[in-house]
């Protein structure tokens, strides 16, 4: 049995700890981190998967995976920059990180957000929709080849070109226009 919630400040250790187990110790030097710099993620869509409750006496389970979203600008347009998402490496392997995917990408298409992108494996994310995006640029290095990104709403990303750059307002709602 799993728990789902949003990540709340009292997990940020926890999920913090999760990401240095799960990535590289240089993880926060990378393009993607610069951008999160100052600003506000979008904590509905920053999400934590528990195993459960422990001895029913509603605390926290143990902390498997985590996802989030941060605001980030493509010429002008909002974007969620999706990542990071971990998964404990001992629950690797039994869909967690796609159900977190699944679960935000849905919450958020609810929210208004147009348009999703994010730094990572092609053939991994493509099984939730996600296409390298043409003419999208990180900041450098990031492979181009990895620059991906999902339309929640068709035709969001057609003729969406430019450098991403950080949002420069805290974005922990989907305004007008996003």
Same mark, same amino acid.
Request: proline share 8%; hydrophobic share 40%; with cysteine.
């Given at each position: 049995?799993?728990?789902?919630?949003?990540?709340?400040?009292?997990?940020?250790?926890?999920?913090?700890?999760?990401?240095?187990?799960?990535?590289?110790?240089?993880?926060?030097?990378?393009?993607?981190?610069?951008?999160?710099?100052?600003?506000?993620?979008?904590?509905?869509?920053?999400?934590?998967?528990?195993?459960?409750?422990?001895?029913?006496?509603?605390?926290?389970?143990?902390?498997?995976?985590?996802?989030?979203?941060?605001?980030?600008?493509?010429? %002008?347009?909002? /974007?969620? =920059?999706? !990542?990071? @998402?971990?998964?404990?490496?001992? *629950?690797?392997?039994?869909?967690?990180? $796609?159900?977190?995917?699944?679960?935000?990408?849905?919450?958020?298409?609810?929210?208004?957000?147009?348009?999703?992108?994010?730094?990572?494996?092609?053939?991994?994310?493509?099984?939730?929709?996600?296409?390298?995006?043409?003419?999208?640029?990180?900041?450098?290095?990031?492979?181009?080849?990895?620059?991906?990104?999902?339309?929640?709403?068709? %035709?969001?990303? /057609?003729? =969406?070109? !430019?450098? @991403?750059?950080?949002?420069?307002? *805290?974005?922990?709602?989907?305004?007008? $226009?996003?």
């Amino acid at each position: 049995m799993y728990s789902l919630s949003p990540e709340t400040d009292a997990d940020t250790p926890e999920v913090e700890a999760l990401l240095d187990l799960c990535f590289a110790p240089g993880r926060t030097a990378l393009s993607s981190y610069r951008l999160r710099e100052g600003v506000a993620p979008v904590r509905e869509l920053c999400l934590t998967l528990r195993a459960g409750t422990s001895d029913g006496d509603g605390s926290a389970g143990v902390l498997l995976a985590a996802i989030r979203y941060w605001p980030v600008r493509v010429a %002008g347009q909002k /974007v969620l =920059l999706l !990542g990071p @998402v971990a998964v404990h490496p001992t *629950a690797q392997g039994e869909g967690l990180g $796609g159900l977190l995917m699944r679960e935000s990408l849905s919450l958020a298409a609810a929210m208004g957000w147009q348009r999703v992108m994010l730094v990572g494996d092609a053939p991994y994310y493509s099984r939730f929709g996600f296409s390298r995006l043409e003419g999208v640029e990180m900041p450098p290095p990031t492979n181009p080849d990895r620059v991906l990104g999902l339309e929640l709403e068709p %035709g969001a990303w /057609v003729d =969406l070109r !430019g450098t @991403v750059t950080r949002e420069t307002a *805290a974005a922990n709602a989907c305004p007008s $226009g996003a």
